[in-house]
């Protein structure tokens, strides 16, 4: 690891400040990320500035319904917080599925946004990776890429997102508030991350010396008829192969309002609303689940090893809306 000073800020002002001060400076949230990093040395920041006296760590109702939850809110009180298991489900579900007890007490909301990919080559400086070093290659192309993403790719690029959280903010319409250089700043959770496209370096809409402040999910009619649905190599302690955020509102029989976010399988949480569009209108059938499916594939670009995600997203589109139906939420059990 190489060696970099080591600050602690009390106010956002003081934090961003010092993040502005120097070009390779980085916040500490957590650190269950950032230090891995460190210690692989994929990132070398000069400078560490430890955010977790700053006072972001709230969960709190909005005035006009919704919720917004503090960057420092730890992944496991954002899980437990009755708001978000009665209202947000997909939310408490998603955190849940991730990482392990230990880590989801250390992780943040911000860290959690910000995590970075799990691709093989990224975390070992042995490889090239356009990514950690733009322009010299990608070995995950024609290598071992049976994690990799199907969805949002380019010739430069193919790592998966790897966060649950993400993918169910994505999913709930959130907004992420951002401090910086300019004043504060909201942005829409999916347009926030970035596909790799020619300059994979750049993954999401953060500038320098931005810090995230919160996290706002708006009121909806939808959220609390949600649930998370993760596939993965085994039952705990595992990144997503491919995940399901689903939330359904029901009107005489029929789906009046539908959202459906992807992990695992695409380069940024993925939003999948062709999908919404197919099952929004309709009575819920396995007729209507087979052509969300099918809808949910449309456009995948699989490489050797994954192509395999083709059918598993598929698989775990159709059983997300099983499980949501069977337990009661699409009118009459099935
Ligand atoms: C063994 C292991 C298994 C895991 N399994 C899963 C899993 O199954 N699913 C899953 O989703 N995740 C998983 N994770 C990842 C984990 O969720 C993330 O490491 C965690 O959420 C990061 O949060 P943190 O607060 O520790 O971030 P940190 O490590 O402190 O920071 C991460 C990055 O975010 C930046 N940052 C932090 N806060 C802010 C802010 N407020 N504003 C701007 N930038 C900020 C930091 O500078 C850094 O670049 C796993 C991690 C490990 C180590
Ligand atoms: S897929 Fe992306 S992160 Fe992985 S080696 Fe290629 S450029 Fe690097």
């Given at each position: 690891m190489k060696q970099f000073r080591y600050l602690q800020r009390t106010t956002p002002h003081e934090a961003m400040a010092a993040l502005d001060a120097t070009p390779n400076s980085a916040f500490l949230a957590g650190g269950t990320t950032l230090i891995d990093l460190m210690k692989l040395d994929v990132e070398q920041p000069s400078d560490v500035i430890d955010i977790n006296p700053l006072p972001l760590d709230r969960i709190e109702a909005l005035p006009g319904g919704g919720v917004r939850i503090g960057a420092l809110a730890r992944n496991s009180e954002v899980a437990r917080h009755e708001l978000i298991r009665t209202q947000y489900p997909v939310l408490a579900e998603a955190l849940l599925s991730g990482a392990s007890p230990q880590?989801?007490?250390?992780?943040?909301?911000?860290?959690?946004?910000?995590?970075?990919?799990?691709?093989?080559?990224f975390r070992d400086v042995s490889f090239a990776c356009n990514k950690r070093l733009p322009g010299s290659g990608c070995p995950a192309l024609d290598g071992f890429n049976r994690i990799h993403a199907i969805f949002g790719t380019?010739?430069?690029c193919i790592a998966t997102n790897p966060s649950d959280m993400n993918v169910?903010?994505?999913?709930?319409?959130?907004?992420?508030?951002?401090?910086?250089?300019n004043g504060e700043r909201t942005i829409p959770f999916e347009d926030f991350h970035l596909v790799p496209g020619e300059s994979p370096q750049r993954e999401t809409l953060l500038e320098k010396g931005d810090l995230i402040t919160a996290v706002d999910i708006p009121a909806s009619s939808f959220a609390a008829n949600s649930l998370y649905l993760k596939v993965r190599d085994r039952a705990s302690y595992e990144f997503a192969?491919?995940?399901?955020?689903l939330a359904i509102e029901m009107s005489d029989g029929r789906i009046a309002n539908a959202r459906m976010a992807f992990g695992g399988v695409a380069t940024k949480p993925w939003r999948a609303r062709n999908v919404e569009q197919v099952l929004t209108g309709s009575e819920p059938s396995e007729d209507l689940f087979e052509r969300a499916a099918r809808a949910a594939v449309e456009g995948a670009l699989p490489r050797r090893d994954n192509a395999f995600k083709v059918e598993l997203l598929q698989r775990a589109v159709v059983k997300a809306l099983r499980v949501l139906r069977q337990a009661g939420k699409m009118g009459v059990r099935a």
């Open positions: 880590l989801r007490n250390m992780a943040t909301v911000g860290g959690n946004i910000m995590q970075r990919t799990r691709c093989y080559y380019s010739e430069n169910a903010l994505t999913a709930l319409d959130s907004m992420i508030r951002v401090s910086g250089r192969l491919a995940s399901v955020a």
